[in-house]
């Protein structure tokens, strides 16, 4: 029998928003501490698919689950504003789906509605849960084989929890300023070469210069990532969303130059609508 999302009250989504906003809220200058840090990796590392509204199970357990199906979705905006969406850009809104994917259950986000089948997503698709000046909260569903491209998160500190399944992450840190001339290139150090992550992995942190703030990652499985970005990206605010190639360096092993690339053109993301517990939010904060 399929997993069911908690009820709003109490919830741990709810937790991870409170916890969210005490840090990353404006008017706190300067990175988290390690301590606020550990509180907030303890959150996502409690965290399983049913609390952000997704059925992370093989599929043969749920009987009344609707796969997406990815059809009408639109391609990846690079110049899209950062409102409703994380990394990607995806020019899709939280409820643009064919399908849907949708099981009997339990009421999130304020409709009547149940789970995402994760296993089934036969895309990269973007749960949108939340999005404020200060801090982001969204979902990544891969079928297995999908890839994210290389991209980096500037001036951001990011956390990310495997919720089911598993990837292959690689990762670099920028060594010097980039040059953009017009794009964006550097040298960058290797911090990950196809480290791998999965649902028992403790959620990871990166820096806006340290912990692997440039990556790519690829699903080893059908697989769901949790993700929180403080601050969001957003073009007017100096933080677009870009992406790279790297280029080996033969006679410097655990070096490559990172170069700036257009968004690719086979990069298309769906969006689903969040199904999991209803949030309540601080509308002075956000």
């Known amino acids: 029998m399929a997993a069911q999302p908690m009820e709003a009250e109490g919830s741990k989504m709810q937790r991870l928003y409170d916890a969210c906003d005490m840090v990353f809220s404006s008017g706190r200058a300067g990175l988290p501490t390690p301590r606020q ?40 905006d690079s110049g ?40 089934a997503i036969k895309q990269i698709t973007y749960i ?22 290389l991209h980096d998160h500037p001036r951001m500190v990011v956390l990310t929890k495997v919720l089911y399944g598993s990837i292959a992450l690689k990762s670099y840190d920028w060594v010097t300023t980039p040059i ?15 480290s791998v992550l999965q649902a028992s992995s403790k959620a990871s ?7 692997g703030n440039i990556h790519s990652l690829i699903a080893l499985t059908p697989c769901a990532i ?17 992406y790279y190639v790297d280029i080996p360096i033969p006679p410097l092993p655990g070096f490559v130059v990172v170069e700036e690339i257009d968004t690719p053109d086979d990069l298309r993301v769906a969006g689903a609508p969040y199904l999991g517990p209803e949030l309540l939010f601080d509308l002075d904060s956000c």
């Open 37 to 76: 840090l550990g509180w907030l990796q303890g959150i996502l590392d409690a965290m399983e698919p049913a609390d952000v509204g997704i059925d992370g199970s093989s599929g043969d357990e749920s009987t009344s689950c609707v796969a997406i199906d990815g059809s009408g979705d639109e391609a990846v």
């Open 80 to 119: 899209s504003d950062g409102s409703g969406d994380e990394r990607s850009r995806a020019s899709t809104t939280s409820d643009e789906t064919s399908e849907g994917s949708v099981s009997s259950g339990r009421s999130g986000g304020g409709g009547s509605h149940g789970l995402i089948l994760g296993h």
């Open 128 to 149: 949108h849960i939340h999005e404020c000046e200060d801090f982001s909260i969204g979902v990544f569903c891969f079928p297995a084989g999908a890839r994210l491209p």
């Open 180 to 194: 953009s001339n017009p794009k964006r290139s550097g040298l960058a150090k290797v911090v990950a070469d196809d």
């Open 205 to 211: 942190v990166l820096f806006p210069r340290s912990g």
């Open 226 to 242: 949790l993700d929180v970005l403080a601050p969001p990206y957003s073009e007017e605010q100096g933080r677009p969303s870009t």
